[in-house]
């Protein structure tokens, strides 16, 4: 039996890691200081769903220094989740933002080192690392913007401009995480996440738009898109994601050191206006909407190229953006009382 500890497990990627490895017999920590709105109901789920199974819940700071000293001992796989997610709240609030996603990996890092060397540590990073991509052209058509010269999406080897503070913050954590590998040969994996959606998952408007503007839709909140909404990214159903982490970890003594780019690549890609046509037609109903200027560190495109990861791990998304939608839009339909009451 595993022992996987989750940091930020209260939250949307959380808990679907959590129930993952739930469900396949391991012993599952989370930690979590409950600061996003719907944790205390995630864990609620989490517990109704797995009554009797190996469940801790420790909340606490990951800023706290050695927080995760006596817990870390005892894990075969730490999934570091926890973190301040949003672009935005990182601009306004620059310092907090770092305590969190910065010096809190390091944290990690250090109780991982001293303590438990052994256990691998596996990032959630993101595309934001590469920042805006100023030297790659860009056209585009009907369907939204494009790379002119990147057919399968933005591979590994694209250069390191991060940007906003948030973008920054992740880029020195997935640095030290992947450098821990090398100096102190911790065993550690980096993803670098594209747009991950799915059920469970409380997405506002300054973070996880799939799932924004499917609540948003369905519950009738007014819905503003920054920018012209032919802004393109890939998308990637949560359920795929987990299963990249477990491949991830069953596979670490030849995937130790990587880092990978994982999203829904080029064949799940698509604009915000393409999803709220989509989302119309699934709907039956015309959306309304309003615009407003683009917000900083916004990428025109993201689309990744995960072919790295295919090649090394065989893994590739088997959920597409319609099954995906169907899934995010009837969970949305049945928990209208809980989505309203998390979100206010
Ligand atoms: N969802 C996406 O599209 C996406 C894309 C790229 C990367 N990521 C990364 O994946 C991870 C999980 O994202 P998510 O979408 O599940 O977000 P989420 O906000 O649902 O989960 C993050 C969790 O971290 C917890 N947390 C925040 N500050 C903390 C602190 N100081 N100490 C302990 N816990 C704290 C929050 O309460 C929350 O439960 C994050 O690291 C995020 O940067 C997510």
């Not at 209260?10 to 989370?30: C, P, Q, R, W």
């Not at 438990?116 to 058509?141: C, D, F, H, Q, W």
């Not at 989302?279 to 309304?288: A, F, M, N, Q, V």
């Amino acid at each position: 039996m595993n022992k996987v500890l989750i940091t930020g497990g209260a939250g949307f990627i959380g808990t679907h890691a959590a129930d993952y490895y739930l469900k396949n017999g391991s012993e599952v920590t989370v930690f979590d200081d409950f600061s996003r709105k719907g944790t205390h109901e995630n864990v609620s789920w989490l517990k109704e769903q797995h009554k009797g199974k190996k469940l801790t819940i420790l909340e606490g700071d990951i800023r706290t220094v050695g927080v995760l000293d006596r817990v870390i001992r005892r894990q075969d796989l730490v999934a570091h989740l926890a973190a301040q997610v949003a672009v935005t709240t990182s601009v306004k609030n620059p310092r907090e933002d770092f305590e969190i996603n910065a010096l809190g990996t390091f944290n990690l890092l250090e109780s991982v080192r001293k303590n438990s060397p052994e256990t691998v540590v596996l990032y959630a990073s993101t595309n934001k690392v590469y920042g805006e991509m100023g030297n790659i052209k860009i056209g585009k058509r009907e369907s939204g913007y494009f790379y002119e010269d990147y057919p399968h999406g933005i591979g590994e080897k694209q250069n390191l401009d991060f940007h906003s503070p948030y973008g920054c913050s992740k880029g020195a954590a997935e640095q030290y995480i992947h450098d821990y590998s090398r100096i102190y040969e911790l065993r550690t994996i980096v993803f670098r996440q594209s747009c991950i959606y799915g059920t469970r998952q409380f997405g506002i408007e300054d973070q996880g738009w799939v799932s924004w503007f499917t609540i948003a839709s369905i519950l009738n909140k007014p819905m503003t898109i920054y920018g012209d909404g032919c802004q393109v990214r890939d998308v990637l159903f949560v359920s795929d994601l987990v299963a990249a982490y477990d491949l991830a970890f069953k596979n670490v003594n030849r995937v130790n050191g990587q880092i990978y780019n994982v999203g829904g690549g080029p064949d799940n890609s698509l604009s915000i206006l393409s999803l709220l046509k989509i989302l119309e037609s699934k709907l039956g109903e015309k959306i309304d909407l309003s615009y407003s200027d683009w917000r900083p560190g916004d990428q025109k495109v993201y689309v990744s190229d995960i072919s790295k990861i295919g090649k090394d791990l065989g893994w590739k998304p088997k959920v597409n953006i319609d099954e995906g939608l169907a899934q995010l839009i009837d969970w949305t339909n049945s928990n209208k009382i809980l989505v309203n009451s998390v979100l206010g």
